[in-house]
């Protein structure tokens, strides 16, 4: 019977855990065991002894090496990597273009890497996609982190003091993240308008309440899996002069534009920043991978000119609960594509695998990721 072991997380401020007692119990239904080491779901509220009445047993951490699947939420480190056994297939996020050295270090170890990040987008793998479910989360928090950084109310007020006008809020990027954010903005009373370069975005922003912002293109961005192709500079020269407009009465902006495995693409240059009005906040959900804000620094927030900066790369680890419900599920979920009656049985021919593949058999077969290790544009 193989094995799926779950570490408590060491990165600094991941609060995740990639299996909850109510995934141990789906995991456990594909005939794996299921060790967790002890407090891994501690900061989730996850209990050991909630585990155990899943169908787990509580591990320590060195018996890591003892399985035959790890799932795990951040990127290891070096010293994580080492820990593996060759052979063992990995489930994590992995960052690969940011991680070279750790890619590096997998393939070496002989790991077979399955990066969530890059699970194809196909209705196969709805349940799979963590980046996904992490997203909702994402453009959830940032739109409460927005209201609380205000000292305005977002809805509006009528009251015998006088007249409150609602907030105004800015997207950019109706993806995952961004449709939720315009859905939770408007439910908190905030006038939420949105831009995105798909076309297909600005029927999904009507339907949430959202004011959609035009930008005039004679070519449909959308690219492959759903996402934005690379604009070229004319639309980009065009989109920032549209945005500066919408920016000047805007109290919060929200960025979540994110292509996988590349940085992230600049959206708010420091002059669009220095057109919204003083007071006003900007939450960066791509700060991780270089921010879609020219200003963004993903370890603090940065103030100019009274516009406040805020990395949001962490915010779903600030709902760790929740956080690790959905990332547990789309890992048992995943776990159910290649073990039955507890037996490994990894197919690499499945497009769902075959997608999410960065390390097999000593070698790095995703094709970016191994140009980047050869010195290939980033």
Known sequence: ????????????GERRVAATPASVAKLRRTGIEVAV?????SAARCSDDDYVAAGARIAEASAVGDAEVVARVAPPSLEEVAELASGTVLLSFIAPHRNLDVVAALAERGVTTLAMELVPR????????ALSSQANISGYRAVITAAYELDKYFPLFMTAAGTIKPATLV?????VAGLQAVATGRRLGAVVKVSDIRAA???EVASLGGTFIDIPSDEDLTGEGGYAKEAGEDFLTRQRRILSEHLSTAHAAITTAQIPGRPAPLLLTTEMVEAMPPGAVVIDLAAADGGNCELTETDRVVEHQGVRVLPGHELASTMPS????????NIAAFVELFVADGTLELDL?????????????GEVVHDRTADLLRGGER
């Open 171 to 175: 997207v950019l990027g109706a993806g």
């Open 1 to 12: 019977m193989a094995t799926i072991f779950i570490p408590q997380e060491q990165a600094a």
């Open 122 to 129: 196909i209705s196969r793998a709805q349940a799979i996609d």
């Open 37 to 41: 080491a002890s407090g891994a779901g």
């Open 322 to 329: 929740e956080a690790s419900t959905m990332y547990g599920n």
């Open 349 to 361: 021919e499945d497009e769902v695998v075959a997608g999410a593949l960065l390390t097999h058999d």
């Open 201 to 203: 975005a600005k029927q």
